[in-house]
């Protein structure tokens, strides 16, 4: 039974456990997102990073750009596996970066930016797993995209299998996705976060809308027992410690 996490690390340990779930399930390609501005990529990835370990070598990490190639090589000096920028090159360069000794592909905070350069490599890995930590594949900031372009974007984003996401609505309201469940929408009332909806898709704005206007579970089984608070006190604390 997924409940609302009281932590990152709590947050972080579920999403390892839902990826696990999904690739052994025979999905390859998954994503996994914790939508909160404030998050660091590497401090996140490093505590997803054991889902991986018994890879090695044979896990390949690409970053958006070479500077943050460059910094999580510095912060992951003794690491065995490869790590990578996605790079805006040509399809040749691009070629190199993936080899036949590659099993397992993590793209680290890919931006809808880069979706034609990680189209392209997710042809060349084929049917090897990947997986996309903080994916922001649908920035509606991007200024300029065309009509042709946004829907290829939404094609290749239909083939990715959101395993994992889990988002603060509002200081009492939070969405959460933890594979295999469903889409669930939690609320907290008198101190404590009750599932008050399960769905089979992700919700719309007006569908969350509809559900917390109602005020009533959606779901077909009893509501869940409640879970201890301050779940979201303790991420704007972890924030906090972050910033100084």
Do not use: H
């Not at 930016?113 to 490599?121: D, G, N, R, Y």
């Amino acid at each position: 039974m997924s409940e609302i996490p009281n932590s990152l690390e709590e947050a972080i340990a579920q999403s390892r456990l839902a990826t696990q779930a999904a690739l052994a399930d025979g999905y390859t390609r998954l994503q996994v997102e914790f939508v909160f501005p404030e998050l660091k990529p590497l401090l996140v990835a490093e505590d997803f990073l054991p889902l991986f370990a018994e890879y090695e070598s044979r896990l390949k990490i690409f970053f958006a750009d070479a500077g943050g190639a460059a910094l999580a090589r510095r912060d992951w000096a003794d690491a065995a596996f490869k790590i990578l920028d996605i790079g805006t090159g040509r399809a040749a360069s691009l070629q190199s970066k993936i080899q036949p000794e590659d099993e397992i592909f993590l793209f680290i905070n890919p931006t809808s930016i880069e979706v034609p350069q990680i189209e392209k490599l997710c042809e060349m890995i084929g049917d090897r797993p990947l997986v996309m930590l903080n994916p922001r594949l649908e920035d509606a900031g991007v200024v300029g995209i065309g009509y042709t372009a946004r829907q290829t974007r939404q094609r290749f984003i239909s083939t990715i299998e959101s395993c994992y996401y889990l988002r603060p609505v509002d200081d009492q309201t939070a969405i959460l996705r933890c594979y295999p469940r469903q889409w669930e929408i939690w609320v907290e009332t008198n101190g404590n976060y009750q599932k008050i909806a399960e769905l089979p898709k992700k919700p719309s704005g007006d569908e969350l809308d509809l559900i917390l206007s109602k005020g009533q579970t959606q779901t077909t089984t009893d509501a869940t027992p409640p879970k201890k608070p301050n779940m979201f006190k303790s991420l704007q604390r972890f924030f906090k410690a972050l910033s100084n």
